[in-house]
Nanobody, 126 residues
């Protein structure tokens, strides 16, 4: 069983950048497919980005494509989300998620994942 802890959230002005980290413990990190999701007040959990267990392939929501970059360092047991050109509509609690898999796949819905971090708040002011 893997435990996930996010960090790196905060308050930033529109156009600024933040880098989120998700550190994993208790599992073989290289066997986990991972993703980032976010949830704004009054809204459901929304897909942001996904990465294969090898870290070689990625997928993004249209709303963040070209601005956000997901990466996975299997040697450091850490998942990252680099967020550039932030907009007020990016304001949300951001969650990392993981699922153990034998397959090299990208997973984009919350129900695909069974391990979640506690979330980190990102607030973008206009």
């Amino acid at each position: 069983q893997v435990q996930l802890v996010e960090s790196g959230g905060g308050l930033v002005q529109a156009g600024g950048s933040l880098k989120l980290s998700c550190t994993a413990s208790g599992g073989t990190f290289s066997m986990y497919v991972m993703g980032w999701f976010r949830q704004a007040p009054g809204k459901g959990r929304e897909f942001v980005a996904a990465i294969t267990k090898t870290g070689r392939s990625t997928q993004y929501a249209d709303s963040v494509k070209g601005r956000f970059t997901i990466s996975k360092d299997n040697a450091k047991n850490t998942l990252y989300l680099q967020m550039n050109s932030l907009k007020p509509e990016d304001t949300a609690v951001y969650y990392c998620a993981a699922v153990w898999s034998l397959r090299v796949v990208l997973l984009t819905t919350p129900d695909d994942y069974n391990y979640w971090g506690q979330g980190t708040q990102v607030t973008v002011s206009s």
